[in-house]
């Protein structure tokens, strides 16, 4: 029994010593792995269209914390990388035995959201650090949480009114839930606050006889069954129409247009 014992403690011994002896190992590779493991290269993966290679490994060398390869706090650099205002998603990995490479997925602005940011497929707004530099994108205009909203209504109706060679130079959604759409063909869209879907939809079916008729300046749903239009000039004799003369529809011109709907 006694002997049993004996080894026993002796085992244990052992093992405390060589735990010991290996977490004084680990302590010291601790203190020596920045300079045994240090990261000399930091290399960015994916094509980049709005984000500067230079710029993304100084923003990530700048957050280098001291420590070697296997020790550097990846989430917080990947958390600095991922504020960058053109910066979807980022990832990092560790490439022995002295590199950190860098993904990303850039975002894709889809429209201007009022004056001083964009605005990506998924409703994020967001301010480039150099400014706006997209004219060429639709401008969205409304409050606050409403951005998705409007990106959904201007990828939807942008579909529909392609093939009408119409593109949508603004949208705007105001505080009352009123939507009006102006387009580049230089003629403003009133949509209103209800039924906005199929208004949206009577409007594709009649602008070809629109079109034909002459140039609108200004063309209003908010009616029953029907629409009014201002026109720039009325085909033929020059004059223009006031806002309250309504082309009813493609197949009946002379149908009432119905109450106004808001």
Known sequence: MQAGKG????????????????????????????????????????????????????TVSARLDGGGLLTQDLVAIKTAVEAMPWVRS??????????????????????????????????????????????????????GGQALKLVRCLLDWGARLRPLDLEIEALTLDARGAWTLRLGAGFGLALGTVQVQERIARFVRVYPVLAAAGT???????????????????????QGLGVGEVARSAQSRSRSPGPYRG
């Open 7 to 58: 080894r026993r403690l002796v085992r244990w011994a052992g093992t405390v010593g060589l735990l010991s002896v290996l977490g004084g190992s680990g302590y010291l590779l601790l203190l020596r792995e920045p300079r045994l493991l240090p990261i000399r290269v930091v290399t960015v993966a994916g094509e980049l269209d709005r984000l500067s290679a230079h710029h993304l490994r100084e």
């Open 216 to 238: 609108p300046l200004w063309v209003d749903m908010r009616y029953g069954n029907g629409l009014a239009i201002r026109w720039a000039e009325a085909a033929g004799d020059g």
């Open 90 to 143: 980022a990832g990092l990995r560790r490439l022995w035995p002295d590199r950190l490479e860098l993904a990303i997925v850039e975002r894709v602005a889809v429209a201007r959201w009022g004056e001083e940011a964009l605005v990506d497929a998924d409703g994020v707004v967001f301010k480039p650090e150099n400014g706006i530099e997209s004219p060429e994108l639709p401008k969205l205009v409304g409050i």
